[in-house]
């Protein structure tokens, strides 16, 4: 069953790649993204997660994953910071395990001044499944930080209090007490002490038990933070074409209505105008609406909108009322009531430019809301996983908030 869940999330997720359909300039400029994403979406296939070990200089990252691998694969020193860059190495397990496939990550540590590109080594271990965050003692507050920035992008943590062979029982007690009075109270993330072989236990145990959500998870997190960079990006360009598109609208219904005496033509022209607004606005936003759904938001916007409801109709049939009185009591006047009709075309045209602003802003939101429902997006898949462990649902509700105030797309809309 839980092969089946796997196999399944991986075609999901396929498919949405599959249909997301990237312009040459996307591809090129969401590059190195795209590759991280394939490689993950690969490893998802395989069934082959990824274990991270991250911590301080000195900390003792690469002896505790030579004593995962039960070999010195990893360069070790005496002299801190013999880790000058990530380096990965397949760690195979027993064929009973749900997954065998393991590629452990080692990285230099975060404090050490001769890393040239400190970003990418953070970037690569935010990319794993599982992070093993180590320590070699309590926690300062560079440690807590980083730890910080791991939760809010939604990662697992799990941390490893390496290097405590020489403590006491209470000295040690005494440090994991304070680890935890520093570490967020609203997450259980595990204290384990490495000795022997109980760690190596514990995370296969851990893979075991959770090796299947934790890469599925950690992919779909992936495929969700590459969304949101490529619809930042189209949502901009949009932009630019949506305002142009509603000044157009705007330019022409404020010459038809200031020049135009009729009520019937002037309200009908108008709502003609508004929907043919609507229907643009819907294009660009690649959600192409039929005419009935267009004049339904039209309505339901009027209706909401009490402003622009009055504008579009009281106000502008009031003043067509005004115009069309100037006019026929102009021959009687020697035209002299010709006079106000210039200021109230005037004060006419400047409501219709502003009305029809107020409409294409409100209608940009309303299909940009419409046409995420019309496409399965990752962070959907995502809210549809279900979980065992309770804690998973504190990494996810911590991952949303973050991600929902980090990516207001309102300020990206005309």
Not at 1 to 24: G, H, S
Not at 75 to 98: M, P, Y
Not at 127 to 148: C, H, P, Q, T, Y
Not at 157 to 162: D, E, G, M, S
Request: glycine share 4%; aromatic share 10%.
């Amino acid at each position: 069953m839980p092969q089946l869940k796997i196999n399944k999330n991986y075609l999901l997720l396929k498919n949405w790649w599959e249909n997301l359909d990237l312009t040459n300039y996307e591809k090129s400029f969401f590059n190195r993204e795209i590759i991280s994403f394939n490689q993950q979406l690969f490893r998802l296939k395989e069934k082959q997660i990824r274990i991270g070990a991250y911590g301080k200089s000195g900390v003792g990252k690469s002896s505790l994953l030579n004593s995962l691998l039960k070999k010195d694969f990893f360069k070790t020193n005496i002299i801190n910071g013999s880790t000058k860059e990530t380096k990965a190495e397949e760690w195979l397990l027993r064929k009973d395990q749900t997954l065998q496939r393991v590629e452990l990550i080692d990285s230099p540590g975060f404090d050490f001044c001769n890393i040239k590109f400190p970003e990418k080594i953070f970037s690569d271990i935010k990319n794993s499944d599982l992070i093993l965050f180590v320590v070699a003692g309590d926690i300062n507050r560079n440690e807590l930080s980083e730890i910080k920035a791991f939760i809010k992008a939604g990662k697992k943590i799990i941390l490893i209090l390496n290097k405590v062979d020489l403590l006491e029982n209470n000295e040690l007690k005494e440090i994991i007490e304070n680890i935890n009075l520093k570490l967020p109270k609203d997450l259980n993330i595990p204290i384990i002490i490495n000795y022997e072989n109980n760690l190596r236990d514990y995370i296969k145990k851990i893979i075991n038990h959770y090796g299947e959500i934790l890469l599925t998870l950690n992919s779909l997190q992936l495929a969700d933070k590459l969304f949101m960079q490529i619809k930042e990006q189209r949502l901009k360009k949009r932009k630019k074409l949506a305002q142009s598109t509603i000044g157009k609208f705007s330019t022409i219904k404020a010459s038809a209505v200031a020049f135009n005496p009729f009520i019937f033509f002037d309200v009908a022209g108008s709502f003609a105008l508004d929907t043919a607004l609507i229907s643009e606005l819907s294009k660009i936003y690649g959600f192409n609406l039929k005419g009935e759904s267009t004049r339904k938001i039209f309505k339901n916007i009027s209706i909401n909108n009490l402003f622009l409801g009055v504008t579009q109709i009281g106000i502008n049939t009031s003043f067509n009322v005004i115009k069309k009185v100037i006019l026929l009591t102009a021959p009687f006047t020697n035209g002299l009531s010709l006079l106000p009709y210039g200021p109230i075309a005037i004060i006419q045209a400047a409501m219709a430019v502003y009305s029809t602003k107020t409409l294409g802003k409100l209608a940009a939101n309303e299909i940009f809301i419409r046409s995420k429902a019309s496409f399965i997006e990752p962070s959907i898949m995502i809210q549809n996983m279900t979980f065992n462990d309770p804690d998973f649902f504190n990494h996810i509700n911590i991952y949303f908030s973050n991600r929902n105030s980090n990516n207001n797309f309102v300020s990206i809309l005309p």
